[in-house]
């Protein structure tokens, strides 16, 4: 079995504030507004490419944010991880067991969560709920992230938790809950034999770096270890999930 573990948001699909041509379809709607979309051109050579790997989606959403989405007739897929790889969902259903042991891998994150939580409680620039999404990392929301980030790696243990900014949007991750170690226990669970990665963000380099076969955007080319097993995309020139099915569909 060969696996496609591919990121979503500006991997394969695209907020409506970013533009992706005219020939585009709604993936995504939230409070009756269409948020997401993907190109025909991808939406036509993932079905394609379903047909020959296992498509994984592999985010960072939780798993209620990852259920808004839809790719007409081919969703849901087998599989998916959620919660940044801490949460397998199986036939549409949360696979009990694999969250459990995600809950008690990220067990010694406790005390630097209640820590950052109240670090980020007292932050002036924080300016939404700070969340524990899925139990297994939080979440807020800052009008100067590069100062809220600055101020919880001063104060938390970083060997313990990762802290990533995305835009305006903070997340403070426990070291263990990566894509990279979800990617590698589900190779192991399903027993498959080549994993092809794609992704956009901080958030996927373990993924990519674990995968035989990876696709990432121009930005992170000098993040990622082995560039002679990448697809280096210039997402300025191509539309990014365009390039990576319409490769897998011709190679694999």
Request: glycine residues 2%; aromatic residues 12%; charged residues 30%.
């Amino acid at each position: 079995m060969n696996i496609f573990n591919c990121d979503l948001d500006n991997t394969l699909i695209y907020s409506y504030k970013k533009n992706i041509g005219e020939y585009k379809k709604c993936v995504e709607v939230y409070n009756k507004k269409q948020i997401s979309f993907m190109s025909i051109k991808s939406l036509k050579l993932l079905k394609k490419v379903i047909n020959n790997v296992c498509f994984v989606p592999t985010t960072t959403r939780s798993v209620k944010q990852y259920k808004r989405i839809y790719f007409e007739s081919i969703l849901p897929p087998k599989y998916a991880l959620a919660a940044n790889g801490g949460i397998l969902i199986k036939n549409n259903k949360i696979d009990e067991k694999w969250y459990k042991d995600s809950l008690n891998m990220i067990k010694p994150c406790m005390d630097t969560f209640k820590h950052a939580y109240n670090i980020l409680k007292y932050d002036k620039n924080v300016c939404f709920e700070i969340r524990l999404v899925d139990g297994l990392f939080l979440f807020t929301k800052s009008k100067n992230a590069e100062e809220t980030i600055k101020n919880l790696k001063k104060h938390i243990d970083l060997n313990i938790a990762d802290v990533f900014e995305n835009g305006v949007k903070i997340y403070v991750m426990p070291k263990q809950l990566n894509k990279g170690n979800a990617v590698k226990r589900l190779k192991i669970k399903l027993n498959a034999k080549y994993i092809i990665a794609a992704g956009d963000s901080e958030f996927d380099i373990s993924m990519l770096n674990f995968s035989d076969f990876m696709f990432l955007p121009k930005h992170l080319k000098n993040k990622v270890e082995n560039k002679n097993k990448a697809v280096i995309v210039d997402d300025k020139l191509n539309l990014f999930s365009d390039v990576i099915l319409e490769t897998i569909s011709r190679q694999f």
